[in-house]
Protein backbone atom coordinates (compact mmCIF):
# COMPACT_ATOMS: atom_id res chain seq x y z
CA UNK A 1 0.00 0.00 0.00
CA UNK A 2 1.92 2.90 -0.98
CA UNK A 3 -0.66 5.62 -0.41
CA UNK A 4 -4.46 7.18 -1.28
CA UNK A 5 -5.85 5.94 -4.67
CA UNK A 6 -8.25 7.53 -6.46
CA UNK A 7 -10.70 6.33 -8.82
CA UNK A 8 -11.33 7.71 -11.83
CA UNK A 9 -8.83 10.29 -12.15
CA UNK A 10 -10.93 12.30 -15.18
CA UNK A 11 -14.86 12.17 -15.08
CA UNK A 12 -16.26 13.90 -17.62
CA UNK A 13 -20.54 14.01 -17.31
CA UNK A 14 -23.51 15.81 -18.82
CA UNK A 15 -25.37 18.50 -16.29
CA UNK A 16 -28.23 16.25 -14.81
CA UNK A 17 -26.35 13.01 -14.52
CA UNK A 18 -25.10 11.38 -11.41
CA UNK A 19 -21.52 10.66 -10.99
CA UNK A 20 -20.07 8.73 -8.45
CA UNK A 21 -15.86 8.98 -7.01
CA UNK A 22 -14.06 6.15 -4.83
CA UNK A 23 -11.32 6.80 -2.36
CA UNK A 24 -8.92 4.07 -0.94
CA UNK A 25 -7.19 5.43 1.76
CA UNK A 26 -3.60 4.00 3.37
CA UNK A 27 -4.99 1.02 5.14
CA UNK A 28 -4.15 1.87 8.51
CA UNK A 29 -5.72 5.38 8.48
CA UNK A 30 -9.02 5.40 10.40
CA UNK A 31 -9.82 8.98 9.72
CA UNK A 32 -10.97 9.99 5.79
CA UNK A 33 -11.61 13.35 4.40
CA UNK A 34 -13.25 14.78 1.19
CA UNK A 35 -12.18 18.05 -0.49
CA UNK A 36 -13.49 19.83 -3.20
CA UNK A 37 -10.74 22.31 -4.71
CA UNK A 38 -11.31 24.64 -7.82
CA UNK A 39 -8.72 26.52 -10.14
CA UNK A 40 -6.91 29.01 -8.34
CA UNK A 41 -8.14 27.85 -4.61
CA UNK A 42 -7.41 25.94 -1.60
CA UNK A 43 -9.04 22.60 -1.15
CA UNK A 44 -12.17 23.23 0.60
CA UNK A 45 -13.62 20.68 3.32
CA UNK A 46 -16.95 18.79 2.34
CA UNK A 47 -16.94 16.25 5.21
CA UNK A 48 -14.85 13.83 7.15
CA UNK A 49 -15.22 10.09 8.64
CA UNK A 50 -13.63 8.55 11.45
CA UNK A 51 -13.92 4.77 10.76
CA UNK A 52 -17.42 4.50 9.19
CA UNK A 53 -19.04 7.15 11.05
CA UNK A 54 -19.48 10.35 9.14
CA UNK A 55 -18.43 12.88 11.81
CA UNK A 56 -18.27 16.34 9.72
CA UNK A 57 -20.16 17.75 7.34
CA UNK A 58 -19.69 21.15 5.73
CA UNK A 59 -22.72 23.41 6.00
CA UNK A 60 -22.23 24.60 2.49
CA UNK A 61 -22.62 21.24 0.97
CA UNK A 62 -25.45 20.59 -0.83
CA UNK A 63 -27.77 17.59 -0.59
CA UNK A 64 -27.00 16.80 -3.74
CA UNK A 65 -23.39 15.28 -2.31
CA UNK A 66 -23.59 12.14 -0.37
CA UNK A 67 -21.01 10.15 1.17
CA UNK A 68 -20.17 6.59 2.58
CA UNK A 69 -17.73 5.05 4.04
CA UNK A 70 -19.48 1.35 4.58
CA UNK A 71 -17.39 -0.74 6.29
CA UNK A 72 -14.63 1.87 7.40
CA UNK A 73 -11.98 1.61 4.41
CA UNK A 74 -12.90 3.05 1.06
CA UNK A 75 -15.03 5.40 0.54
CA UNK A 76 -17.92 6.90 -2.12
CA UNK A 77 -18.64 10.15 -3.09
CA UNK A 78 -21.91 11.01 -4.99
CA UNK A 79 -22.97 13.74 -6.69
CA UNK A 80 -26.98 14.23 -8.08
CA UNK A 81 -28.23 15.86 -10.78
CA UNK A 82 -24.81 17.38 -11.61
CA UNK A 83 -24.56 20.99 -12.54
CA UNK A 84 -21.89 23.25 -14.35
CA UNK A 85 -20.90 24.26 -10.96
CA UNK A 86 -19.78 21.05 -9.35
CA UNK A 87 -16.58 20.79 -12.04
CA UNK A 88 -13.92 20.75 -9.96
CA UNK A 89 -11.07 18.60 -8.80
CA UNK A 90 -12.09 16.63 -5.34
CA UNK A 91 -9.58 15.30 -3.24
CA UNK A 92 -9.63 12.52 -1.18
CA UNK A 93 -6.85 11.92 2.17
CA UNK A 94 -6.44 9.99 5.07
CA UNK A 95 -4.71 10.09 8.34
CA UNK A 96 -4.61 8.49 11.93
CA UNK A 97 -6.84 9.92 14.40
CA UNK A 98 -6.48 8.46 18.41
CA UNK A 99 -10.68 8.84 18.49
CA UNK A 100 -13.25 11.26 17.49
CA UNK A 101 -12.05 14.06 19.34
CA UNK A 102 -8.59 14.27 18.69
CA UNK A 103 -7.03 16.64 16.42
CA UNK A 104 -5.46 13.95 14.56
CA UNK A 105 -2.30 13.47 12.19
CA UNK A 106 -1.29 14.89 9.00
CA UNK A 107 -3.22 14.13 6.11
CA UNK A 108 -2.28 12.24 3.16
CA UNK A 109 -3.73 13.25 0.07
CA UNK A 110 -4.92 11.30 -3.19
CA UNK A 111 -4.42 12.58 -6.52
CA UNK A 112 -7.89 13.87 -7.22
CA UNK A 113 -10.77 13.05 -9.48
CA UNK A 114 -11.06 15.75 -11.82
CA UNK A 115 -14.94 16.41 -12.49
CA UNK A 116 -16.35 18.25 -15.63
CA UNK A 117 -19.63 18.97 -16.05
CA UNK A 118 -20.77 19.88 -19.95
CA UNK B 1 -15.45 30.41 10.37
CA UNK B 2 -11.55 30.53 10.77
CA UNK B 3 -9.78 31.72 7.68
CA UNK B 4 -6.34 31.45 6.48
CA UNK B 5 -4.53 33.96 3.94
CA UNK B 6 -1.23 33.36 2.33
CA UNK B 7 1.28 35.91 0.94
CA UNK B 8 2.07 36.20 -1.11
CA UNK B 9 -0.18 34.81 -4.30
CA UNK B 10 2.43 34.57 -6.39
CA UNK B 11 6.36 34.67 -6.43
CA UNK B 12 9.08 34.19 -9.27
CA UNK B 13 12.38 33.69 -8.16
CA UNK B 14 15.73 33.23 -9.59
CA UNK B 15 17.27 29.73 -8.86
CA UNK B 16 19.47 29.93 -5.70
CA UNK B 17 17.59 32.72 -4.13
CA UNK B 18 15.81 32.46 -0.54
CA UNK B 19 12.24 33.37 -0.03
CA UNK B 20 9.71 33.55 2.37
CA UNK B 21 5.96 32.55 2.47
CA UNK B 22 3.20 33.58 5.18
CA UNK B 23 0.01 32.20 6.23
CA UNK B 24 -1.98 34.30 8.78
CA UNK B 25 -5.22 32.77 10.24
CA UNK B 26 -8.39 34.66 11.61
CA UNK B 27 -8.55 32.55 15.04
CA UNK B 28 -6.13 31.25 17.14
CA UNK B 29 -4.05 28.35 16.19
CA UNK B 30 -4.16 24.31 16.87
CA UNK B 31 -1.89 23.23 14.69
CA UNK B 32 -0.51 24.74 11.19
CA UNK B 33 -0.05 22.37 8.15
CA UNK B 34 2.27 22.86 5.37
CA UNK B 35 1.74 21.37 1.78
CA UNK B 36 3.13 21.17 -1.34
CA UNK B 37 0.95 20.70 -4.82
CA UNK B 38 1.88 20.44 -8.17
CA UNK B 39 -0.74 21.47 -11.08
CA UNK B 40 -3.27 19.04 -11.40
CA UNK B 41 -2.35 16.82 -8.71
CA UNK B 42 -2.81 15.72 -4.72
CA UNK B 43 -1.17 17.13 -2.18
CA UNK B 44 2.18 16.84 -0.23
CA UNK B 45 2.45 16.72 2.77
CA UNK B 46 5.68 19.06 4.02
CA UNK B 47 5.45 19.22 7.55
CA UNK B 48 3.13 20.05 10.58
CA UNK B 49 3.92 22.82 13.73
CA UNK B 50 1.92 22.43 16.74
CA UNK B 51 3.58 25.01 19.61
CA UNK B 52 3.89 28.25 19.44
CA UNK B 53 7.62 29.04 18.38
CA UNK B 54 8.02 25.70 17.09
CA UNK B 55 10.68 25.20 14.25
CA UNK B 56 11.01 22.15 11.80
CA UNK B 57 13.52 21.96 8.71
CA UNK B 58 13.18 19.75 6.09
CA UNK B 59 15.62 19.84 3.59
CA UNK B 60 16.04 23.11 2.53
CA UNK B 61 12.45 24.37 3.68
CA UNK B 62 12.24 25.77 7.42
CA UNK B 63 8.40 26.10 8.79
CA UNK B 64 7.83 28.69 11.95
CA UNK B 65 5.12 29.29 13.77
CA UNK B 66 4.07 32.01 15.54
CA UNK B 67 0.99 31.30 18.09
CA UNK B 68 0.44 34.67 19.38
CA UNK B 69 0.28 36.48 16.01
CA UNK B 70 -1.61 33.42 14.66
CA UNK B 71 1.09 33.29 11.90
CA UNK B 72 3.56 30.77 10.06
CA UNK B 73 5.87 31.26 7.67
CA UNK B 74 7.34 28.64 5.32
CA UNK B 75 11.01 29.75 4.45
CA UNK B 76 12.81 28.18 1.07
CA UNK B 77 16.96 28.21 1.22
CA UNK B 78 18.86 28.55 -2.03
CA UNK B 79 15.61 27.46 -3.97
CA UNK B 80 15.66 25.13 -6.73
CA UNK B 81 13.57 24.39 -9.76
CA UNK B 82 12.23 21.51 -8.03
CA UNK B 83 10.86 23.64 -5.40
CA UNK B 84 8.23 25.09 -7.91
CA UNK B 85 4.91 24.44 -7.12
CA UNK B 86 1.56 25.87 -4.73
CA UNK B 87 2.62 25.81 -1.19
CA UNK B 88 -1.17 25.53 0.75
CA UNK B 89 -1.25 26.42 4.57
CA UNK B 90 -4.20 24.05 6.43
CA UNK B 91 -5.41 24.37 9.74
CA UNK B 92 -7.66 22.52 11.66
CA UNK B 93 -11.07 25.14 12.46
CA UNK B 94 -13.02 24.59 15.89
CA UNK B 95 -16.69 25.99 14.39
CA UNK B 96 -19.94 24.52 13.90
CA UNK B 97 -17.98 21.13 14.85
CA UNK B 98 -14.58 20.48 13.53
CA UNK B 99 -12.95 20.40 9.99
CA UNK B 100 -9.78 21.59 8.04
CA UNK B 101 -9.51 24.78 6.20
CA UNK B 102 -6.82 25.78 3.68
CA UNK B 103 -4.85 28.82 2.58
CA UNK B 104 -5.32 30.08 -1.12
CA UNK B 105 -2.11 28.80 -1.84
CA UNK B 106 1.08 30.63 -3.11
CA UNK B 107 2.11 29.75 -6.69
CA UNK B 108 5.96 29.70 -6.60
CA UNK B 109 8.44 29.55 -9.78
CA UNK B 110 11.92 29.09 -10.24
CA UNK B 111 14.13 30.15 -13.06
CA UNK B 112 16.86 28.24 -13.58
Known amino acids: DTGVSQDPRHKITKRGQNVTFRCDPI?????LYWYRQTLGQGPEFLTY????????KSRLLSDRFSAERPKGSFSTLEIQRTEQGDSAMYLC????????????????FGPGTRLTVT | SQELEQSPQSLIVQEGKNLTINCTSS?????LYWYKQKYGEGLIFLMM???GGEEKSHEKITAKLDEKKQQSSLHITASQPSHAGIYLC????WGYGQNFVFGPGTRLSVLP
Open chain 1, 93 to 108: ASSLAANPLSVGNEQY
Open chain 1, 49 to 56: FQNEAQLE
Open chain 2, 90 to 93: GALS
Open chain 1, 27 to 31: SEHNR
Open chain 2, 27 to 31: KTLYG
Open chain 2, 49 to 51: LQK
